[in-house]
């Protein structure tokens, strides 16, 4: 080139790239700046709520393990006077029923119907004996009717009646002693707290 644009000297004019990239680059890295700090006040608030409940949870545990401290509200098992037993034999062993339904009286249980059993179970309990009621038997007159007779076991069918039936077993030898059962009840009515409340 010729004329007033002619380039003199050795010098070039120096071609400089373009600054797209580095802004591209400071954005990124502001965005996860950003990201970060908004994600970690989130945690912050997070475990300061948190923290406040686990707080609050566990001074209430330490309250209600404390010597003296009023027990958690569990339902207290019924008495033997509110339960109604139906004793039957199972067995071809004669006058068990009758035998079994005396002592149970003599420790304070009503007796309702005493004989054999029905054809559903004679001479088909392997076990001890079979307790026998309502679904809603399983929350405290199986507990209280199963400390008097070790080993046996519990079936709820569908009646809507209060009374539990004790079906004697085959491998029935008498029921719990006297003293035995008492403890054992005596154990079943001491509230205690709830799994996990107190270690």
Same mark, same amino acid.
């Given at each position: ?7 003199? /000297? ?20 502001? !965005? ?8 970690? /006040? ?10 406040? %409940?686990?707080?609050?949870?566990? *001074? ?21 006077? +509110? ?7 199972? %067995?071809?062993?004669?006058?068990? !029923? ?20 029905? &054809? ?13 009621? !309502? &679904? ?18 519990? *079936? ?13 077993? %085959? ?18 009515? +001491? ?9």
């Amino acid at each position: 080139m010729g004329g007033k644009y002619r380039i003199t /000297g050795n010098a070039y004019p120096r071609m400089r790239r373009p600054r797209r990239r580095r802004k591209v680059v400071i954005a990124a890295v502001a !965005a996860v700046a950003v990201l970060g700090l908004g994600g970690w /006040g989130t945690l912050q608030l997070i475990d300061a709520f948190s923290g406040d %409940t686990r707080k609050a949870a566990a *001074k209430s545990q330490a309250a209600a393990c404390k010597p003296g401290a009023a027990p958690s509200a569990v339902p207290a098992p019924p008495r033997p006077a +509110q339960i109604t037993v139906n004793v039957y034999n199972a %067995t071809p062993r004669s006058g068990l !029923a009758k035998a079994t339904a005396d002592e149970l009286q003599k420790r304070g249980f009503n007796i309702g119907k005493v004989g054999n059993a029905s &054809p559903e179970y004679d001479k088909k309990v392997p076990g001890a004996g079979l307790l026998l009621g !309502a &679904p809603d038997a399983y929350e405290g007159p199986f507990g209280v009717l199963g400390t008097q007779l070790a080993g046996a076991q519990l *079936k709820a069918d569908t009646r809507t009646s209060a009374d539990v039936d004790l079906i004697i077993g %085959t491998a029935f030898k008498e029921l719990n002693s006297k003293p035995v059962a008492d403890r054992a009840l005596a154990a079943l009515a +001491q509230p205690s707290p709830a799994p996990g409340e107190c270690n």
